[in-house]
């Protein structure tokens, strides 16, 4: 289901659709048994010229974003979620890194960062993670620590869900000279968030893939990573302090996640119509019922993603804002009931290896988990019933009710 997009804007979509169907679908299974970044899918894609989406165009990448056109990035990240979603995750923060250095870099970072995007494949990513309080078992503290310096900034410390660690050369790090706890677990002011890019070649940088053990989303290597004395001149300062939170830049990303919800939920269903088919299976009610249920999901989604995209692109912020945070909610659970309806259409058999709605079922499982859904929920009731709120859930109540 495409929405009336140009020509040009087609071919996109179908170009990166291509890539997933003939070569990134084979090697995902790979990926998640290893536990390994999708080298390989990046080299394709930069081969394609797809790596550079969100970079504008004056810079040699594809000019999408936001106030342009933000509905084809979000079709082209859920291409690949119907593949892999661990890919899907890693594009989307190299994706999301470059809306922000369009909006918020100056002249000089963006030529300098963008070409190394653009002309040598550089892969950015972008990590906020230091959950403050223990789960049992945990032994050490996570957290970061920022000095300022004359030239810069030192930082100390560790962050973990760092998707891509191993892979990107670049992070933004969402850090806090007022304490640890980055930008989603700090508590204090959101004035005080610092967006600091960090060449990951440093050695001062490095990564225990110890951490990384989960059920799904394996291929996202989202590993811990330790800063230690790790220099960051105060030419790689993105932005003013703050402005990822005051401006709610979550808010634009937040969209992207239904996205790949999306994309999951329809790799799901192709399986399943195509098991349904080979197993003679459609005179079944019950089965008529489960893909129908899944159909109207997958519109539904669909439809959500478009007004979203709609909203963003005709510079109505405010509504793009809190239709984005519904849309996360909604297509969360429309996704999930998906792949559970194909899960029950085709039977237990489908959750044996090869059969990839496994690893969706556990990859989608694991990454709603990004935003609690019931936080999101709340928030939206708040902001409805005007209450304090707070749309990037991030702790702070940037918009309190007057």
Not at 5 to 26: C, G, H, P, V, Y
Not at 68 to 88: G, H, P, Y
Not at 116 to 127: M, T
Not at 298 to 327: P, S
Request: hydrophobic fraction near 40%; include cysteine; charge should be neutral.
């Amino acid at each position: 289901m495409i929405f009336n997009l140009t020509l040009n804007k087609q071919t996109l979509i179908e170009r990166i659709s291509q890539l997933a169907r003939d070569k990134f679908a084979s090697r995902a299974a790979g990926y998640d048994r290893t536990a390994s970044f999708p080298t390989e899918d990046f080299e394709d894609l930069f081969n394609a010229g797809l790596n550079a989406p969100a970079v504008p165009t004056e810079y040699g990448g594809l000019g999408l974003g936001h106030g342009s056109d933000i509905f084809t990035l979000w079709m082209m990240t859920k291409e690949l979620a119907k593949v892999d979603l661990s890919l899907a995750r890693c594009w989307e923060g190299h994706a999301n890194a470059q809306v922000l250095l369009t909006a918020m870099a100056n002249e000089s970072q963006k030529k300098r960062w963008f070409e190394g995007i653009v002309q040598r494949g550089e892969k950015w990513a972008a990590w906020s993670g230091e959950p403050q309080s223990q789960i049992p078992g945990q032994k050490v503290c996570l957290g970061t620590t920022v000095q300022v310096v004359d030239d810069g900034y030192i930082l100390d410390g560790t962050k973990v869900f760092a998707t891509s660690a191993p892979a990107a050369q670049w992070a933004i790090l969402l850090v806090n000279p007022a304490g640890t706890g980055g930008a989603r677990h700090s508590n204090s002011s959101p004035t005080s968030v610092l967006m600091l890019a960090c060449n990951l070649s440093d050695p001062s940088v490095s990564f225990d893939d110890s951490w990384w053990q989960p059920i799904g989303m394996r291929g996202t290597v989202s590993y811990l990573v330790r800063f230690k004395q790790t220099f960051i001149p105060k030419e790689n300062l993105i932005g003013y302090p703050g402005q990822y939170i005051l401006e709610e830049w979550q808010t634009r990303f937040t969209p992207q996640y239904g996205a790949a919800f999306l994309g999951a939920a329809e790799g799901a269903y192709e399986y399943a119509l195509a098991y349904i088919k080979k197993q003679e299976k459609r005179h079944d009610p019950y089965v008529q019922h489960r893909i129908a249920k899944a159909v109207i999901n997958i519109d539904t989604m669909h439809l959500w993603l478009r007004q979203v995209a709609t909203l963003w692109e005709t510079g109505q912020d405010l509504g793009a804002k809190q239709a984005g945070n519904r849309a996360r909610y909604i297509t969360e659970q429309l996704a999930t009931e998906t792949v559970n309806d194909c899960i029950q259409a085709c039977g237990a058999r489908s959750l044996i290896q090869p059969s990839p709605i496994e690893r969706i079922l556990r990859d989608l499982s694991f990454y709603v988990l990004h935003d609690n859904s019931d936080r999101i929920l709340s928030s939206i009731g708040q902001e409805i019933l005007g209450q304090s709120y707070d749309r990037s859930y991030f702790g702070s109540s940037p918009n309190p009710t007057p």
